[in-house]
């Protein structure tokens, strides 16, 4: 009987591990579920331009650098210490100082801190042209019509440029003035509104040459 007991309690707690398992044998249990992979770490990267840019960087502040290749910023200021970082090439890093001349390692603090190398150091933004100069006055010898449309042959004179009047051209906007040739001569266009002698107030065309010829009508005002 206390071994009928035995097997009986032991038929008990077989059942019970089958039932909370689902097998009689846990140890050699399958999984359909793969193992979950270990994450590898992120890859490290250069960053872009756009990301110094928004790292507080600007191309206007007259301590911001750009690297003309990819470069390292190192932690001390010799080729054989640690480097900590790369800059993409254009990447934009901060000076603390503007190194004297004949330096071969400029400190930085953005965007990390660290030195990095003064001959791979361009600016970062080339300064923008200046505004195109519209101002123009007739070198001419003898008054000019301004005419309506680039038509010598068409009855639309509007006004007169007398020598040495200013006159202001229009402009396109690439910068260049605006221009057109007709009847074998070089026509600008110039703005009547600026011009108070002009009436009535607009946009009108004066002849600044023959077209083939080196001689204009109007010059740069002073």
Do not use: H
Not at 32 to 55: K, N, Y
Not at 127 to 154: M, Y
């Amino acid at each position: 009987m206390k071994i009928s007991g035995l097997k009986t309690s032991t038929n008990v707690l077989f059942a019970v591990a089958i039932a909370l398992t689902g097998t009689a044998s846990p140890a050699f249990s399958q999984t359909d579920q793969p193992a979950t992979p270990t994450t590898p770490p992120a890859e490290t990267r250069p960053a872009t331009p756009a990301e110094e840019t928004r790292s507080g960087i600007s191309p206007q502040d007259p301590l911001c650098r750009a690297a003309n290749r990819s470069t390292p910023i190192f932690e001390s200021a010799s080729t054989i210490s640690s480097a900590l970082q790369l800059v993409p090439p254009d990447g934009f890093v901060r000076l603390v100082v503007v190194p004297p001349p004949g330096s071969q390692f400029a400190q930085i603090n953005l965007p990390i801190s660290g030195f990095i190398q003064t001959a791979v150091l361009k600016a970062c933004s080339t300064p923008p042209p200046p505004p195109p100069v519209s101002c123009r006055f007739s070198r001419a010898p003898v008054p000019i019509n301004v005419r309506r449309e680039p038509d010598v042959d068409a009855n639309n004179i509007i006004g007169v440029v007398n020598p040495g009047q200013r006159v202001f051209v229009t402009f396109n906007s690439n910068g260049t003035a605006v221009s057109t040739q007709a009847d074998g001569f070089n026509w600008v266009q110039i703005d009547m509104t600026r011009t108070p002698f002009f009436r009535p107030s607009g946009l009108g065309w004066m002849v600044n040459s023959r077209v083939g010829t080196g001689e204009s009508n109007l010059g740069y005002c002073q």
